[in-house]
Every structure is written in C-alpha cells, then in structure tokens.
C-alpha cells in the first residue's frame, strides 16, 4: 500500500506533466469576464462581377465576393506561431484565434479601444498565399456553380481570404468606427472586419474562381457562403449564403437581375 504523503507526491508529479503535456492550442480558448459577448455576424452582399478568363488552358469563372461585418462587434482572428496543421514545419501555417469583445463598459454597444476580448477560440489556420504575398484564413469562403434546378455542377472550397477592412458600408450600425481597423495582413498582426465594414474580393485576385472547363452555354446559379464550415462565431450562422443568377456565353459571363 502506497502512503498518503507518496500519493500525494504522485499526485502532483502528475499534474506538473499534464500542465506540461495540454497542447498549446488548446490553452488559446478561454473566457476572460462576463461582460456580454459582442460576436461580429458575417453577411456576403450579391455577387456583383463575373469574369471569364482562360488560364494555362482552364477555362475559369472569376467571381467577386463581398462580406460585411452586421454584426454587434469586430470580426477579430489571431494568428499564433505554431504548427497549426500538424506536419512538423512550424514556418508554413499559424494558428487561428478568434477573438470575441464583450462590453466591458457597459455601453450596451461596442466601443473600440475601450471594450476588450472576453472569449477566445481557435477557429482554423492561416496559411501563407504566394500569390497573394500573405496570410489567409485557411476556409473563409467556398463556391458553387449550379443548374437552375439546384444540382451541383462545379465548386472551389477552401478559399482563403486575408481578412480586412475594405469599405466602410453601414456607418449606422452601432459599434461602428470610421476608422480602419483591420489594414493589411503582416504575418502574426490582426486579421478582421470592423462592425459596419466590408472585405472585397474582385474578379482580379488570384484563386478567386470556378472551374468551368466543359460547362455548356446557359443560365446558372452561383453560390458563396462565408464560412462554410461554420468555425467562426457570431450572431447568425444562417444568412452567409448568397446566390446570383449568371448567364455563361462563351468566354464571356453576364450577372442577370432574376433571382436563383
Ligand atoms: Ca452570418
Ligand atoms: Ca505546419
Ligand atoms: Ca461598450
Ligand atoms: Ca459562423
Ligand atoms: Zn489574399
């Protein structure tokens, strides 16, 4: 039989080496206060430009995807060094962490540079985009092209995207700052969409596309979600889809005012 005090001992050797052994990642989650949480609600608005583009023999669907922030506070995501995907390079990826506001003030609404995190969770990895010259949360976005009647017909998943502050579009709403917040994306800063702000991505990025290679002439209906995968939280998860009717005619692509 073991002595109390031995016990003890072992007790206490064990939780110094799980203390040791709890993966850093799973360290990043937390809640930090009570203060009502203040989570940012991802809203794509109608795809506004199509493009063709033949590429190194594809042909390609080029779609633009905008995505404002509706909700009651910032979309905010760190990355933190580590090996976020597992495959022993430490270099290559980095650790995403969404952060979520609370109202620490009580203001009943966001208040920038006053109210602080309250919550975080890991949320995904960024990884580094060559052509892009800098980091993207690795799924923000996945695309379909789909006949009128709702059968798959083509699809791009894991769009990354650097998450950031392209256009300011509902000054109104509360929490809103006519500063940018989110500039940029330098590795290890902070990645993330102001409350009444928009992020674009433009028919002119690179990845930003469909495959359409042996896709007849017609009528079709585009899909994005924000998302897809539903790892970032905010206030509703149900309106991050958007549709557009789109009219494939040759090597050229038109968006038609009816609905899909
Ligand atoms: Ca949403
Ligand atoms: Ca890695
Ligand atoms: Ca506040
Ligand atoms: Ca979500
Ligand atoms: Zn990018």
């Given amino acids: 039989m073991t002595s109390p005090r031995r016990r003890v001992r072992v007790f206490l050797v064990l939780l110094v080496l799980s203390a040791i052994w709890v993966p850093s990642v799973a360290a990043r989650a937390g809640l930090r206060g009570t203060a009502p949480a203040l989570r940012p609600d991802i809203v794509p608005t109608p795809t506004s430009e199509v493009m063709i583009r033949l590429e190194d023999g594809h042909k390609r669907l080029f779609l633009s995807f905008e995505t404002e922030n509706a909700g009651s506070g910032p979309l905010e995501v760190q990355p933190v060094q580590e090996d976020c ?12 962490v969404q952060d979520i506001y609370g109202d620490t003030d009580g203001s009943g609404a966001y208040t920038p540079g006053v109210d602080t995190v309250v919550r975080t969770e890991v949320v995904g990895c960024f990884e580094f985009d060559p052509d892009h010259g800098h980091w993207h949360f690795d ?18 998943s894991k769009v990354g995207f650097c998450m950031l502050d392209s256009l300011s579009v509902d000054p109104g709403l509360p929490g ?21 702000w928009a992020d674009v991505y433009g028919t002119n990025i690179p990845g930003q596309f469909i495959p359409i290679g042996g896709i ?23 309106n991050n889809v958007v549709r557009t009717r789109i009219l494939i005619d040759g090597t050229a692509a038109s968006i038609r005012p009816k609905a899909c």
């Avoid at 995907?85 to 995403?96: E, L, Q, W, Y």
């Avoid at 500063?179 to 800063?189: E, M, Q, S, V």
């Fill in 176 to 196: 809103y700052s006519s500063t940018r917040g989110y500039i940029g994306c330098p590795d290890l800063g902070l990645q993330g969409i102001s409350v009444g």
């Fill in 85 to 96: 995907d597992g495959n022993g390079d430490a270099t290559d990826d980095r650790t995403a």
């Fill in 139 to 156: 799924n923000y976005a996945r695309y379909r092209l789909l006949t009128l009647n709702g059968r798959r017909l083509r699809a791009q």
């Fill in 216 to 238: 007849p002439d017609g009528t079709y209906c585009l899909l994005g979600r924000a998302d897809p995968d539903n790892r970032l939280m905010e206030t509703d998860d149900a």
